[in-house]
């Protein structure tokens, strides 16, 4: 269970490959510690990084959202998230990915994880948080189509958690992690 | 909580507009139900899937992997996983992960859930597992070195949740769902 005392290989060139306005995929090639040569493809990140937000509209319900997701060609249930922008701080950013997508903003935000999605092939980090004592407040988006905001009750979670349209993982961590934060906390209570 | 009755946007036009040995990136012109048109650009998934698998080494410890991830360029703590081959099942796939990555075989493989990794962006789906009943066989991998395997204790999984080595949602959502599927088994009894 101690770190590792490994090595980290060596990033003997790093070569962009191809691009997209989104996208940038470089090569990298690699000389390990023990001297086996590897060449390995990578996204290069935002480097900026996301949010992700569990809105408490109240003790007992979160607010979820619905929407259209390009990469699976169907309507996603999830939480309200997006990338940080120049200058704000990840909490700036939560707060304002809010009021875009559900329409609230927070007085209370708290920290749940720093997530990666895939690390042998992104860098891109999002923080995940959660949301207390809601206030309305909108900010226009820039969706094509307004975002369902769908009150869930906590003792349904089970229902949640089974279904086909929730299935990103880096909701479903947050949302189990919120679980165990409101188990500990009243634990400790 | 019912389902959605929006209508899927109609792709107008899929093109591939870049790509290397690994990743390929498609744009997509849209068009809403509501009438906006926009342009997304996505990945083309694999469509064969991937699988990740939390093994009990006993009832009381899981096994992990340290492994260099090339997207954060750093060594990471998750769970053995990779990708479905052709004309694998993904229980197929996920013995023979197990024994090329922690040098096990599973005798019984439990489902978590199908989850993907960010729906807007990327089709691929990964279908998470329980493994218990091992046992010692090993197939040779196409690791550029030796992955190493850590046996971690359940009731230390607070510390692995707190540890920044341990951050790929991917791994957490399973670890979670585990933590629950047991809990829920119990309770059951």
Known sequence: MSQSSKTLPKILKCTLIASSRFFKIESLQLRFSNGQQREFERMRGYHRGAVLI???????TILLIREYAAGTHSYELGFPKGLIDSGETPEIAA?????????????SLQKLKKV????SYFSSEMTL????????????????????????????????????????ARGISALLLTLKALKDKNNII
């Open 116 to 119: 990666t999605m895939s690390p």
């Open 54 to 60: 569990v809105p408490f509209f109240d003790k007992d």
């Open 129 to 168: 948080f959660m949301a207390f004592d809601l206030y309305p407040e909108t900010l226009p988006g820039d969706e094509p189509e307004p975002l369902e905001v769908i009150k869930w009750p906590l003792n349904k979670v089970d229902e949640l958690l089974a279904r086909d349209d929730f299935q990103e």
């Open 95 to 107: 707060n304002r990915e809010l009021k875009e997508e559900v329409g609230f903003g927070a007085n």
